[in-house]
């Protein structure tokens, strides 16, 4: 199937792109470079052996999706062109409603006019804010976003649901990511954060390089068993192959408007402490870590309860958070042989 991935060369998109090649399939990147590059395109001719189809387009430019649905046939698509800097949507909330918004409504809206039936949309576990229960399902009740990023995931997931049930003849799914981290084992993409990271691994990858001073853990008093926050951390490898299943179950599917969620995670949760601990004996690595304050919008734990993907999907994460943190300096590492 020929698939166009939005943000297909971002962090995710660009994993997507090598396990739906591997997988048979066509990928076709739409990326304005936003926030990614063109050398995304270089690792990724490494992997796959070839160029992958791109354009330098702008998701939210409406006669420019035209004009490509125009001249390729897409079977469907996966859309993860968005902003996401959780703290910068605080500061600029129109842009990001703006621009991850009006992505996805011009998306449907040409997706209709050239019957592409078929969408896969990338959500986030933010949507279940700090739930009651864990580990959290699909049915966890959603809570209000605690930022406008957030905002955006749960507003995009209505969007689709509205109009799923509108009967358009649109199949699609919206996957729940936990925390994506790692990078491709061949350390050819990865994750490329600009200025400085305010994600956990690529912030503790910069660390231990020497690039910052040192990693600050945010909060070591939640009610945790070490008192730092849990994560459900999901190797970013697993999380591209839930994107093959989703789309190639949304091609199989009979019914015509069929909407689903799904968690993504490894049904696992670790806290920040473990994941250091872990980073430090997988690659032999000492850290330089302290612990300071919380940081404010902070959930206390959150870990997946996957079954609905392994059921339904057919999907199950297969890697460790070893491997995940192994392939991540493994990615540093190239990153700094690279500059020199
Ligand atoms: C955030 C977003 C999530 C998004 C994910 C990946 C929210 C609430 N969460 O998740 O939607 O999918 O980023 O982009 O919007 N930490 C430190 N020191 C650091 C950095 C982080 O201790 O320098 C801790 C945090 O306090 C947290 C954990 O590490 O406990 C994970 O943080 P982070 O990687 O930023 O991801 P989330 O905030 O969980």
Known sequence: ?????????????????????????????????????????????????????????????????????????????????????????????????????????????????????NFVFSSSCTVYGQPDTLPVTEDTPRQPATSPYGNTKVMCEDVIRDYVYSKPNLKAISLRYFNPIGAHPSAEI??????????????????????????????DDYDTPDG????????????????????ELLDMQ??????????????NGNTVLELINTFEEANDVKLNYTTGPRRPGDVEKIWAQSDKANNVLGWKAEKSLTDSLRDAWRWQLALRQRSE
């Open 1 to 117: 199937m020929k698939i166009l991935v939005t943000g297909g060369s971002g962090f995710i998109g660009s994993h997507t792109v090598v396990e739906l090649q591997a997988a048979g399939h066509q990928p076709v990147i739409v990326d304005n470079l936003y926030n990614s590059n063109r050398e995304v395109l270089a690792g990724l001719k490494n992997i796959i052996g070839q160029d992958v189809l791109f354009y330098d387009l702008d998701c939210t430019d409406e006669s420019a999706m035209r004009e490509l649905f125009k001249k390729e046939k897409f079977g469907g698509v996966i859309h993860f062109a968005a902003y996401k800097a959780v703290g910068e949507s605080v500061e600029q909330p129109l842009k990001y409603y703006q621009n991850n918004i009006d992505s996805l409504l011009i998306l449907l809206k040409v997706m209709r006019e050239f019957g592409v039936g």
């Open 190 to 219: 990865g994750e490329l954060p600009s200025g400085v990271p305010s994600n956990l691994v690529p912030y503790l990858t910069q660390a231990a390089a020497g690039l910052r001073d040192k990693l600050v853990v945010f909060g």
């Open 228 to 247: 730092t926050c849990i994560r459900d951390f999901i190797h970013v490898v697993d999380l591209a192959k839930a994107h093959v299943k989703a789309i």
């Open 254 to 267: 009979t019914d015509a408007n069929y909407y689903d969620v799904f968690n993504v995670g490894t049904g």
